[in-house]
């Protein structure tokens, strides 16, 4: 007859050692001092304009004083100037930022859905070739895109130069082969089990791409359209040569135009309309924050 000894056992208690400085900063420290050295260089321009808004009649030299003055005249001077129509400025940004970004989402899933999931001949210099297309920058087409607008607004006025529509059309076209090389990625990701399983229930290609496939590729949506909305908010090269008139002008050639003669410019009012366009920016990257880290690491690593 056996017998079996219990042997109670008693659990290791490690003893805590004091905390020492010099330790924890060769460990993680070092890293929190950059990051808030890093933070505080990014923060410092956007205080910096924020207290230059705040003042009432603020200069560049003048500003360096944070916040020593609060006022928002600035800011009313500008809503109601008769010189300079912000409103309106502000609401063709939005017009064209917002329709360029859905515009350019859709078109972009749509052409990475067809280079993700179809076989065609031509596919591989199809997608090769957008990806070159976007070595050259926008900027050496600009005399082309102004004879090109002028030609096609002798046919179609309402795609011409000086309309909201041209200018949408010339960031499309801009944007689109960025946009489908960075979706296609994304697409590559979703398992191609899910088309087939769809499929075999009877689903068409249109059927799986707005019921499937756009569901499962929203966090790369959402950045697409976040970055063609912010693209479309602060160009100013295209946008100046496009539209012409005052009224159709969007918000970064508008307040260009407040400050191009520096002897006369109104810095404050110049600070206030810039912190004001970027609010709409913030809104929707507040919005779309869930999507964007998953958005770009997912489609990056395929």
Excluded: C
């Excluded at 697409?224 to 090269?237: K, P, R, W």
């Excluded at 912190?275 to 880290?293: D, G, K, Y």
């Amino acid at each position: 007859m056996s017998t079996v000894t219990q042997v109670k056992r008693t659990p290791l208690v490690r003893n805590k050692r004091p905390f020492s400085f010099v330790r924890w900063f060769r460990d993680t420290g070092w890293r929190h001092v950059i990051a808030v050295v890093l933070s505080l260089f990014a923060l410092f321009p956007l205080a910096y304009i924020l207290s230059a808004s705040l003042k009432p009649f603020g200069t560049l030299t003048g500003s360096n004083d944070l916040f020593s003055e609060i006022s928002f005249e600035s800011y009313s001077r500008l809503l109601n100037s008769t010189k300079y129509p912000f409103k309106e400025w502000f609401v063709n940004s939005l017009v064209v930022g917002l329709t360029t970004a859905v515009l350019a989402v859709f078109l972009g899933a749509l052409a990475a859905y067809a280079f993700s999931r179809m076989r065609f001949k031509g596919r591989r210099t199809g997608l090769l070739s957008l990806v070159l297309v976007q070595m050259f920058p926008q900027l050496l087409a600009v005399v082309a895109i102004f004879l090109l607008l002028t030609k096609i607004g002798e046919v179609f006025p309402a795609i011409g130069l000086n309309t909201h529509a041209g200018l949408i059309m010339v960031y499309l076209g801009g944007a689109l082969g960025v946009n489908t090389y960075l979706m296609y990625g994304f697409f590559n990701t979703v398992p191609k089990e899910i088309d087939e399983a769809a499929k075999i229930d009877g689903a068409g290609h249109a059927r799986v791409f707005f019921s499937i496939i756009l569901r499962l590729v929203a966090p790369i949506l959402a950045v697409v359209g976040l970055l063609s909305f912010i693209a479309s908010m602060n160009d100013y090269v295209i946008a100046s040569v496009v539209l012409v008139d005052t009224d159709q002008q969007t918000l970064a050639v508008g307040l260009y135009r407040m400050v191009a003669n520096p002897n006369y410019a109104d810095w404050s009012q110049f600070a206030a309309g810039a912190v004001m366009s970027a609010v709409p920016v913030v809104i929707l990257f507040l919005f779309l924050q869930r999507f964007i880290v998953s958005g770009l690491t997912a489609g990056a690593v395929k």
